[in-house]
């Protein structure tokens, strides 16, 4: 069985500040790893995925994760925050069996200071 | 190339009525999810079709929900009666087969409210 765990249901930054979100799986199975970006009032976007390449990933808007094995982690970052950011953030992992099928995180909502 | 279609966006009924939400996916794509996202909480799978065929159908609360897609194309997630606790969103995804791995593209989501 897969599941994550995000830690921080709600994250604040200030403008052009390092953000970071937290996320750590559980999975018996080797997994496959992903971040999408819920805007309000709309469905979620991928932002970055892992499948078993590199550990490094780079995603859309200047966010990237990495996957650290050790520490079962698959924590998102970004350099620097931009007002855009400001959005809930939910971490998935499925298994490699071509089921497909995600099992989400609670979620964190990610608030950006001006 | 458009994406994932669901309507209607927002839907406020009474308990006990009945409920439809209709969904397009992206064109070419065979496999279809219907998910339901509680408020605060990450979605959670309610059914999977592949083409027509419902091939994970164990988390939909079959005593009230429903669900087809009859040509493998659209499909309709189906609520009745509605109860209070069914207020959420419900989201449709879709994905393409024959990939490593199949990225999944949502939709908008419905936003139901039961009172």
């Known amino acids: 069985a897969q599941s994550v765990t995000q830690l921080g249901s709600h994250v604040s930054v200030s403008e052009g500040a390092l953000v970071l979100l937290r996320c750590n799986y559980s999975?018996?199975?080797?997994?496959?790893l992903f971040w999408y970006v819920q805007y309000p009032n709309q469905g979620l976007q991928l932002l970055l995925k892992?499948?078993?390449?590199?550990?490094l990933v780079k995603g859309i808007n200047g966010f990237e994760a990495e996957f650290k094995k050790s520490e079962t982690s698959f924590h998102l970052t970004k350099p620097s925050a931009h007002m855009s950011d400001a959005a809930e953030y939910f971490c998935?992992?499925?298994?490699?069996?071509?089921?497909?099928?995600?099992?989400f995180g609670t979620g964190t909502r990610l608030t950006v200071i001006p | 190339e458009a994406g994932v279609v669901q309507s209607p966006r927002y839907k406020i009924i009474e308990k006990k009525q009945p409920v439809a939400f209709w969904c397009n996916p992206i064109?070419?794509?065979?496999?279809l999810y219907w998910y339901l996202q509680n408020l605060g909480q990450g979605p959670e799978l309610l059914i999977r079709?592949?083409?027509?065929?419902?091939?994970?159908d164990s988390q939909l609360p079959k005593d009230r929900f429903s669900a087809e897609r009859l040509k493998g194309v659209d499909s309709t997630l189906k609520i009745q009666p509605a109860e209070l606790g069914d207020s959420a969103v419900y989201l449709c995804?879709?994905?393409?087969?024959?990939?490593?791995?199949?990225?999944?593209?949502f939709g908008p989501g419905t936003r139901l409210t039961v009172l």
């Open positions: 995804a879709s994905s393409a087969i024959g990939q490593t791995y199949n990225e999944q593209f």
């Open positions: 999975s018996s199975v080797p997994p496959y």
């Open positions: 892992y499948t078993s390449a590199a550990t």
């Open positions: 998935a992992v499925s298994d490699q069996t071509g089921a497909n099928n995600l099992f």
């Open positions: 064109s070419g794509h065979n496999t």
């Open positions: 079709y592949e083409n027509e065929e419902a091939v994970d």
